[in-house]
């Protein structure tokens, strides 16, 4: 790793790690549909405000030792745990990418994929506003990122990804309606724009991967459920799930694959 990839993926670890502390007013605020500016984040025990030195990502529930500073109560290791994974995601990606026209998009993907998820998985939602944010983000990096670039064949990609998938899984809604819900159909053009601007490579193994991982754990649920019917599995988390099994698997499976499809 070169110096300049270093300081960057350092840059994009304190980013994640801020961000990650929004990403916690996002999961815990928006499915009740409260403002994520105000108020300021208080103690849920006892309404005590957060200081804003106790408000540093990770390092304020250490010190805190994961207690309120005026009552007491306990603050869920979720707040530092999704602050540390947010932080760590957004270095890991820098680093890889190098940084890249590929990193701001990766880092929209990992960011929402996040939020995201932990909504999906808590309230079995994904919220309008999120689903929203996530669309707008991908709209506004893709031509952003080929105006500087100069390669516009991505964008194109984006554009045909997002009606592929949200066609996909349009159908899919309406073939089996239990299946999913409907928000997993509003996320899906985001997920396959992005996925389609990275690569079709990327884009065919991480909507291929979102079916087999969402199947796989329909049948864990199930088992432990014992039941074989009316089980439900949140279908977002998947999705992103299987779009990062794209973005690191995607390349050399589809090389692999093509190989194979050659030689028979
Ligand atoms: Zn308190």
Redesign the pocket.
């Known amino acids: 790793m070169t110096g300049i990839s270093l300081v960057a993926a350092a840059l994009a670890g304190a980013l994640g790690l801020a961000l990650g502390s929004f990403a916690n007013v996002l999961i815990h605020r928006v499915p009740q549909g409260v403002s994520v500016v105000s108020p300021a984040s208080a103690?849920p025990?006892?309404g005590?405000r957060i200081r804003a030195r106790h408000n540093v990502p990770v390092i304020g529930w250490l010190w805190l030792r994961g207690k309120?500073a005026?009552?007491g109560?306990p603050i869920s290791g979720r707040y530092p745990a999704v602050e540390l994974a947010t932080g760590l995601a957004f270095a890991g990606v820098t680093a890889l990418t190098g940084p890249d026209w590929r990193t701001a998009m990766l880092l929209a993907l990992v960011y929402f994929g996040i939020v995201l998820s932990a909504v999906d998985l808590e309230t079995r939602r994904l919220p309008d506003p999120l689903t929203g944010a996530f669309a707008v983000c991908v709209a506004v990096l893709a031509p952003a990122t080929c105006a500087l670039t100069g390669q516009w064949d991505a964008l194109l990609r984006a554009v045909i990804g997002a009606a592929a998938l949200g066609a996909l899984y349009g159908l899919a809604f309406v073939i089996y309606p239990k299946g999913m819900g409907f928000g997993d159909v509003k996320l899906a053009p985001s997920i396959g724009a992005s996925l389609a601007f990275l690569g079709w490579p990327l884009f065919a193994v991480g909507v291929f991967a979102a079916f087999v991982w969402g199947a796989v754990a329909g049948v864990i649920a199930m088992r432990r459920a014992r039941r074989t019917r009316g089980v439900a599995v949140p279908f977002g988390p998947w999705m992103f799930v299987g779009a990062a099994t794209g973005v690191l698997i995607g390349a050399p499976v589809t090389q692999w694959y093509l190989e194979l499809v050659m030689l028979a």
């Open positions: 103690c025990a006892c005590h309120c005026d009552c109560a």
